[in-house]
């Protein structure tokens, strides 16, 4: 069955960064576009960014641009997400998503940016 398992979250001052990865198991992964989103409390989940299958392309919220780059390893079946320059406003437990027929998500991962 499939699985996705984040992984990287944690505790980071302001102006610090993270590196989330999220294993995935149960299909091809690299026939599929990944994604990132995000939930912060009382707020609905968000997308953060997409990745295309190969890599070759990708996609970010405008909140993200210029401070977070997903990447993928496909030969590791994971996908990253670099998180540079985190605001207090990242504050958020991340997940990662395949849709394969249906959607699928992992159970996310805390990240608190706060001094």
């Known amino acids: 069955q499939v699985q996705l398992v984040e992984s990287g979250g944690g505790l980071v001052q302001p102006g610090g960064s993270l590196r989330l990865s999220c294993a995935a198991s149960?299909?091809?992964?690299?026939?599929?576009?990944m994604y990132w989103f995000r939930q912060a409390p009382g707020k609905e989940r968000e997308l953060v960014a997409v990745?295309?299958?190969?890599?070759?392309?990708?996609n970010y919220a405008d909140s993200v641009k210029g401070r977070f780059t997903i990447s993928r390893d496909n030969a590791k079946n994971t996908v990253y997400l670099q998180m540079n320059s985190l605001k207090s406003e990242d504050t958020a437990v991340y997940y990662c998503?395949?849709?394969?027929?249906?959607?699928?998500w992992g159970q996310g991962t805390q990240v608190t940016v706060s001094s």
């Open positions: 990745i295309t299958n190969t890599g070759g392309s990708t």
């Open positions: 998503r395949v849709f394969r027929s249906r959607e699928y």
């Open positions: 149960g299909f091809t992964f690299s026939t599929y576009a």
